[in-house]
């Protein structure tokens, strides 16, 4: 382990370096210090056991990704593309396999091989250049869960085409309907049992139980499918089906996630280990035409299988060239096969060759993909959006008090909304209130954020009450959509530079939110105009509240504006058509003579004009503000109502 985890972090890091995927790395790692490189590892017994559980732990998460509403959604990207694909492509390999010489249950066992892509890698790439939601992101989705499910059944007839389980019809149907029995029998078992408990676990808040669980009813399952005579990948996968339709799908991938990737790494390792340097140097040209050959194939197979669903050239081409390399269930089909005595070493060591070849150019072939494909369609972009399932809707993270006010609010005005929260309670309370699109997980995880559709998101609601994981949930959404409007909580002032600095674009403080309406409350009680106050309110917010944080640094607000603070009341008089003061100045209206009230302010159209201009002509509609002691105030509203002539000084 000390060896593999030491090359990998080499190998990943001029990966990175390069801009090639980390997937493509760990191969590389593998080929290096395998026994077929560098020889620092001869034995790969121990790897091979935890290359096994990767594969359990790969095909558990997968399936908590293929969930009956996941497959309803994809609709006939899941069962016309997937099963276009899947039999094209196995039927032609099964025919050239045949036409070379080899017999007919080991042809059709190539054409299991060469039909899997590698969902680790086409994922891979499609999210880096943020493709997923794309028209050829939807399709590839749609055809690689396919063909993680058809991984199954595979499995299962590969003792059949070795003949350890009788080559007869009634044979074959035995077997099958005994590993369909056990898949229903387990898959309803968990179905009931498992949310239950599951339930039970994450409402005691223990996020540590709720991870073993998952954990235990991962590896639970395949150790139940393998002694009765099943894959333990198989159980792995079943596990994954169950908990998909459970409320914490997401939480659990997030948690399992780093454990998957680990896993992933000495999964990928352990292939590349397989690959000999020798039997390639002495087989160029086979394994040549073997990959080209492969990557034609499933190329063109794709792309007919796009055509045939009604998208065009440019989609077909983009997903023709994501998915042309062989996947990494192909490896364990391959050494199922070679332990049932089916695949002959020659051959293994071709296929092992000519796959691992395959995921090594599919990156170069793949960041082709969208240029090729927009000159074969005359130019036009390939939209990132198009297949999205959820856009321009508000993502609210945390339903507590402030998350539902929000909700409630958008929900008037017929916006959109996503519910994001960690709390099992809280979400099922978010659906019981209404929400239709809601999700339990940890909104500082970009898994979560991407399920909920963070990139085609119209905005970010941060009102999380941790401000560790508002931090993270910023971070990780302004990575995954650097135009994205966030709006965050902040508990204390000194969370407004930090969040900002992460990438939040608004963030409201509970102390400094309370100062403001304070203000405004102190202003209205002292009767200043609505105008007034909107607009030292609005000052007050400026900047994320500097003027509050930073007493020092100018607010904006004018001395005029200052000034209203120190009087004891202010007064808006507005002037109706035909008053007495239309058409004269502030000169002319000669307020002074009869009382000591200041005209603050004129406003016009609803704009306030801080230092009126004496020479400004009043016109209907304007409106004056006055401020003063409360007798001067007074003086000067029966002044302006009567005129100058009801007054002593009278003209």
């Known amino acids: ?82 099963s276009l694909q899947a039999g094209a492509t196995g039927l032609l390999a099964t025919l050239l396999a045949r036409s070379v010489g080899y017999a007919w249950p080991l042809a059709v066992f190539c054409g299991f091989v060469v039909t899997l892509s590698s969902t680790a890698i086409a994922l891979k790439l499609l999210g880096d250049r943020r493709e997923i939601h794309a028209p050829h992101g939807r399709l590839s989705l749609g055809i690689l869960l396919f063909q993680d499910i058809l991984i199954v059944p595979m499995l299962l007839v590969v003792p059949l085409l070795a003949g350890s389980g009788g080559n007869s019809p009634l044979q074959v149907l035995l077997v099958l309907g005994e590993g369909l029995g056990i898949v229903a029998g387990v898959f309803f078992l968990g179905r009931f049992l498992m949310p239950r408990v599951l339930g039970l676990l994450a409402r005691t808040g223990v996020r540590e139980l709720l991870l073993l669980a998952a954990v235990f009813a991962c590896f639970g399952a395949a150790l139940v499918t393998h002694h009765l005579g099943l894959s333990m990948a198989l159980g792995g996968f079943l596990a994954g089906v169950v908990l998909a339709e459970s409320d914490l799908r997401y939480l659990i991938r997030s948690e399992v996630g780093p454990f998957r990737d680990v896993f992933n790494a000495i999964f990928f390792t352990s292939i590349g280990m397989l690959l000999s340097l020798s039997f390639v140097a002495a087989n160029p040209g086979t394994i040549a035409a073997a990959t080209v050959g492969i990557i034609v194939l499933k190329a063109l197979v794709v792309f007919a299988a796009a055509k045939l669903l009604g998208f065009p050239l440019r989609t077909a081409t983009a997903a023709a060239l994501t998915l042309c390399q062989i996947g990494e269930f192909s490896f364990v089909l391959l050494q199922a096969g070679r332990a049932e005595g089916l695949v002959p070493d020659a051959l293994y060591s071709l296929l092992i060759a000519a796959s691992v070849l395959t995921m090594l150019v599919t990156p170069l072939l793949s960041a082709a993909a969208v240029p090729l494909a927009q000159r074969l369609g005359r130019g036009g972009p390939v939209p990132d959006e198009g297949g999205e399932i959820l856009s321009g809707h508000v993502v609210i993270c945390g339903w507590g008090l402030n998350g539902r006010h929000v909700a409630g609010v958008l929900k008037e005005g017929g916006i959109r909304r996503l519910v994001v929260d960690l709390d099992p309670a809280l979400v099922r309370l978010a659906k019981d209130s209404g929400e239709a699109h809601v999700l339990v997980g940890d909104a500082g995880r970009s898994e979560i954020l991407s399920a909920a559709g963070i990139e085609g998101a119209a905005a970010l609601v941060l009102t999380l009450s941790d401000p560790t994981a508002t931090r993270q949930a910023i971070q990780a959404a302004r990575a995954l959509a650097p135009e994205l409007p966030i709006i965050a909580r902040g508990r204390r002032p000194q969370d407004i530079t930090e969040m900002v600095a992460l990438g939040a674009d608004q963030v409201v403080t509970q102390d400094l939110e309370i100062s403001v309406e304070i203000t405004r409350r102190v202003l209205a009680a002292l009767r200043l105009p609505p105008q007034l106050i909107r607009t030292a309110t609005r000052l007050l917010h400026e900047d994320n509240y500097l003027a509050l944080r930073s007493p020092g640094v100018s607010s904006g607000l004018s001395s005029t504006l200052l000034d209203v603070l120190a009087v004891g009341t202010a007064e808006v008089y507005p002037l109706r058509p035909g008053h007495w003061a239309v058409g004269l100045d502030l000169r002319g209206l000669d307020l002074r003579r009869v009382t000591r009230a200041t005209i603050l302010a004129v406003l016009r159209d609803d704009q306030v004009v801080a230092h009126p201009d004496p020479g400004r002509e009043l016109r209907e509609g304007d409106s004056l503000v006055l401020a003063g002691a409360h007798t001067d105030v007074a003086a000067a509203l029966d002044y302006l109502e009567e005129g100058p002539e009801g007054t002593d000084g009278g003209s």
């Open 1 to 82: 382990m000390v060896t593999i985890c030491g090359a990998a972090l080499l190998v990943i890091f001029l990966s990175y370096r390069l801009r090639v995927p980390s997937v493509v790395g760990f191969l590389l790692t593998g080929v290096f210090i395998g026994p077929y490189g560098l020889g620092l590892l001869s034995d790969t017994e121990h790897i091979e056991v935890f290359a096994e559980l990767a594969v359990v732990l790969i095909l558990f998460v997968i399936g908590l990704e293929v969930s009956v509403r996941e497959l309803r959604e994809l609709g006939r990207l899941f069962l016309g593309g997937g």
